[in-house]
C-alpha cells in the first residue's frame, strides 16, 4: 500500500484558539493581583522579622552588631549645648545614650531618628556640637561614653507638650525606646 501525499487540514481561526484567550488573560491578570498582594500583605511582616529592628527596653543595654547601647536620660527644654552657636534652637529634645562598641563607629546623623507620640514622621538628630565632646559621633573600639543626641522639637510643639517614644539606629538597626522614668 502506498500512502498518498498528506492532505491539509486548515482549521479555521476560531476554531484553532477554542476561546481560550480569555482564559489566559484572566490567569494573567490573577497572577499579577496575586503577586501584588504577596509582596503587600505577606512580604512586609516576613522581612520586619528576619531584618527588623532590635529593641533595646528602657534603661536596657544590650549589643546590637557589635554596639552596646542604653538610653540612660532624657530631656525635653533648653538646649545648653549650643548656646551662642548660631542656628541652633534655643530647645531641643536631648537623649543620653551610653555606648560602648566592640569596633569603631561612626553614625551620621541622619541614621538617628527620634520618634514623637502622635508624630508619623521621625525626626533626625541635629548635627554635633563642633567642639563639644558630649554631642561627638564618633566611638572608639571598646571606650565606653555617653553621648547626647540633640533633636529638634516637632513644629508648633513646646518641651513641655513633647513626648519621645523612642530613638531609632540605622546602623546597627535598633530601636531604643524611651520611658517618662528616664526624663530628668
Request: net charge negative; charged share 25%; aromatic share 4%.
Amino acid at each position: 500500500m502506498s500512502e498518498g501525499p498528506a492532505r491539509r487540514v486548515r482549521l479555521d481561526e476560531a476554531g484553532e484558539r477554542g476561546g481560550r484567550t480569555g482564559c489566559l488573560a484572566m490567569g494573567a491578570v490573577l497572577g499579577i493581583l496575586a503577586g501584588v498582594m504577596v509582596a503587600l500583605y505577606v512580604l512586609p511582616p516576613l522581612l520586619k522579622s528576619m531584618y527588623g529592628e532590635k529593641v533595646v527596653r528602657p534603661g536596657e543595654a544590650r549589643v546590637v552588631g557589635g554596639v552596646t547601647l542604653q538610653v540612660v536620660a532624657y530631656r525635653a527644654g533648653a538646649d545648653g549645648y549650643c548656646v551662642g552657636v548660631p542656628g541652633c534652637p534655643a530647645e531641643s529634645v536631648q537623649v543620653h545614650i551610653r555606648v560602648l562598641s566592640t569596633d569603631r563607629w561612626e553614625p551620621r546623623p541622619d541614621q538617628l531618628r527620634v520618634e514623637f507620640d502622635g508624630i508619623r514622621t521621625w525626626i533626625e538628630a541635629m548635627d554635633p556640637v563642633p567642639e563639644v565632646e558630649d554631642t561627638a559621633l564618633a566611638f572608639e573600639a571598646g571606650v565606653e561614653r555617653i553621648v547626647v543626641l540633640r533633636f529638634p522639637l516637632p513644629l508648633g510643639d513646646s518641651a513641655a507638650d513633647t513626648r519621645a517614644v523612642a530613638v531609632h539606629v540605622t546602623t546597627p538597626r535598633a530601636r531604643l525606646d524611651i520611658d517618662e522614668t528616664l526624663r530628668r
